[in-house]
């Protein structure tokens, strides 16, 4: 638990954000998937630092060592372990940071839970934690698209600014530096964003995460259900307060007959009219296309002066220095998009034990 | 996993709508809780059919009978086996049900998973699987108000009719069949269901639950956070479509200013000016009252006229013939309350080897 | 943990010696495999008491009932519960044994694990507990016989009288009540086990599993090897005090030449000319005969008197009334078969994912 | 699985033989334990090669580097991240190793479990992946000590030369290079270990763990004993083929009058007159001294030549070069009591929720 997610495949990730380094084990990665670390780097730029104006300054270049688990470009189906050093961790005045509890941060419940924290840079409730599950992600998300499983995450709002479904252009998405599927909302969204950091102020947003070649039938009934499973990945991202599928929280306002999704025949194929499901019937895939989207709050570090308390129970004005990203939704997509990935493989090994034709396939 | 919840409190719950009977396991229940029937029958009561004209016909005591785990009114710290036989599971002709796929509900998801279902009533993804979660759940919620931890779960909407903060009685929840903090609203969503049912159509809405007493510090970093856990154990309710923690879905439309909660100190302790965060920062509860939603969709089974197909691949016309609930949040609100206190009880048990200091306590 | 054995293949026991009933929730089981409550009586057969002179006296038919689980014959994929009623069950006069701790026994473990414990039989510590695992093993032994693997268990040893390899006859297994692989030593043993009883005085034994047509590969490297898996599942069981495989601890004493089992090419596939490693290396089935054994200690429930203390600290001598069992070594045959079996199919199960090659196999 | 033990206190080890490093990561170490780099690399230091002239020329240093989980000489309750660089990886040939299955070694299962293998050294089936093993024994014998219980683990016996309770001395185990508790036994078992160099030939032995110190009640019952859970993780390490508790195989051949260790008070606590038990009743601890023993095989690698096949189905004969240990009973010790301490950490972790008035301690 805690710092390991999965149960068929596996990521345990540990490092605090001014350690010496930041890493992840990945267990139960089937052996034979060709993997080298160009392939982990490519996910980590995705949310490295200095993309774009709208992000923390720190030098990071967040270069990706496999330790184990492959052989000659293969894994092996042992543990792979990686490595990534962190660079900026000179020692520094944390100033008030150390005995203040920031608002909106887990300085306050890190001391409550331990009787005392880690405080330089946050330690290990930093966003730079999800290092580890993207290099995870990565991986999975390569045995995904062997399986011929692919997904599309995005930015699908910043702060007011959204993208319509009319709108929606996802070969638009890396040609932006906010990963939203409209260049142009992009160009709103990142003016909005001047604004903000003028107002020495933050905001929030929303990310959206759909999976298409997805087997029916992943997830498993009753607790372990496909959304459910995706839900706690997803709601273990720092910053996310909500998570959706389909239709969300709008399906609470529908009526049944506008909810419910007809199913036709389309060449031999069971298929649905509408996806007000998003994907998912009684916790399991039901072959149509997967959606979720995550609800992101504005990044608590903020310029501005805040009241907050000491650590020795005194009130207390606090200013946070250094430059913070004014929203952190750019670099937290493929975040979700990796932690999607990580739930989707874990599923489908486990589904591989659903029925006794499966075992006589292999045994 | 699949039918079992949590790590060191665990549930398991099996069953089939129309088999001979429902139960659950309740595994690494401290020993020395009093625990007698009545106990857990004022929790199943609370969700069983026919309280009022908005549920099913089906005719169900739903007697629980513990088998094991307890010794003069104690639990003695070994499983806890909970029975309810099925009294409503006659013979009867189940028609087109058994070989078409309704909308909505899992039939087709099941068959894919199986390659093939038990069609009776639903199977085990009936609504009455939950009968296991809620008989465990009123376990938990015992040993949660042994350490003075309270729950208090409500509808906050149903179809289009909500309490809005200002409306909220929490004293008025049990006055009304509809689980509303005010009966007037209850009284509106009232005259709304019979509306839909004179439609033949359903709705859905949402439900909250809040908790007080809760200890700073629990939930665990990275990936049991508290709020992740919560929204798998919600999320894995079969009808529910989205997860909300405090402000939820409307934090990532807030500028960061408004969003922290300022810390204070009253009465030699910290406290929070406002509560955005819905009780949880870093994934570990604040010590402020923890608040999360589930907005539940609207009941796939309606008595209007679907499209659909059969098992045999060819398009049909479904009618769904018996009487369902028009909604189902009224009897899901001590759902919610089950999953969530199942999930605080399991986290509080974890917490406790957070620190040496605590280990020391005990040896 | 505790109650739960297994990973994807897990059963769930429950129950206590006089309660109310003993059962077992059996969840993971692969959906399609044809099985009947006739199928799992068989197994409890084997160990139920009233086989022969050398068991207790105890009435009791242990009659199995499939509550959920099952659909026309086949399993369904979902959670398989079963319910064994207790029947002599009566109020009775537990006498000393109430406030005395049994030499032997747990009754002074269990009272300082949880501040109390059920006394009424032993509670959950009886032997009546493994009921529910002859259960869980009659499912999983089916599951390995559909994919050709068999497993053959016997008393190799009770007291001083051993079946010597050569005088080994799998045949008589079930020829005579000692369920030893020698008709002759058998009837050796049942003339010492009335020696025994004539002395009011126990004894122990040994018990060897041997399982064929298990392929190469079962196991999972570093900590859950094959080996590691079963010596866990067997040392669960109440009276064992030691597990060997292979030669065990007679290769403690061999040199390097002798142990090393050499491979030769046998019809183009890869044998072994020697066992010494009882069909396991580096944690994973060599595809040779896996070999088990495991030590089973006398009973404790002697009618000699004993020295020993009271609940309040006080020393007593303790006559224990009632028949007993001499030897619980027969019983205990269809345990450790039940409980390899069970670690066989969870770690077949496990194994499915190890080859990139086995997820395309599937999807 | 697979890689990671425990399920409060969790290790997970990573790295192969001749990869780049070795590694480990132990998760949930309750914060506040004082914790240095020094402490780590005394147990590493007991293990590694070159202390003796029974052991592999190979060079290693094996120094640990602490990359995260400790803050100011504390654990902080995140993952302690351990890095072992491998000094001698330096690319060879490998000769006919890397196409022919070594007998008694994984090299055959390996290949096909998962289809090819890192034939460099043994890969992960390496004694090497001991080290993470030892790295996360040094953490939690710290924390065991700091609770006041300890560990005395040595070689009891090295091929014929066994040391017999009379002669037991545990101040002599670190005063000579075998590890035994007599100097004297151990000059007779060194001499031997040259004769069995001189014939190209290797030898087994016995490692014995006694246990001091751990409260009673300790383990869980039914399927997570005390005993149980020990015996997996002892026979996780490589080379073990049995397991015994306490007299072990030989209770098998006890009378239950002699087996039976009698209870008696001693200064208002109760004792045990005998310990027969080994320490262990009903998979609790008893309060008395834990004893456990491992049977360990003749080191496979001898350099005989030996008849084997090779990866495309032919016989071949075998000759493996190189430097092996005749023995590896002596560096084996501390990895026995490494995987002791790691399974006790776990199983005291677990213990905390047993009673309710544990909980109200705490909360």
Known sequence: MSSTFGDRFRITTWGESH?????????????????????IQAFLDRRKPGQSRFTTKRQESDRVEI??????????????SLLIRNQDQRSRDYGNIASVYRPGHADYTYTQKYGFRDYRGGGRSSGRETIGRVAGGAIASHILKELGIELTTFAKAIGPVEVPEEEYRPEEIFQNKLYMPSNQRAAEAAAFLESMMKNLDSCGGVIECRVTGLPAGIGEPVFDKLDACLAKAILSIGAVKAVEFGDG??????????????FFMENGSVRKKTNHAGGVL????????????????PTPSIAQPQQTVTENGEDTELVIHGRHDPVIVPRAVVVVESMTALTLVDLLLLNMGSRMEHLKKIY
């Open 19 to 39: 350690g010496a380094a930041i890493g992840a084990v990945i267990d139960g990665c089937p052996a034979g998937l060709s993997l080298d670390e160009a392939d």
């Open 249 to 262: 929280v709008e399906a609470a306002r529908r009526d049944g007959s506008q909810n419910n999704d007809p």
């Open 67 to 80: 330790l184990s688990g492959t052989f000659e470009g293969r894994t092996t189906g042992t543990p792979i």
């Open 282 to 297: 009684g916790g399991m895939s039901d072959g149509d296309t997967l959606i979720l989207r995550a609800a992101v709050k």
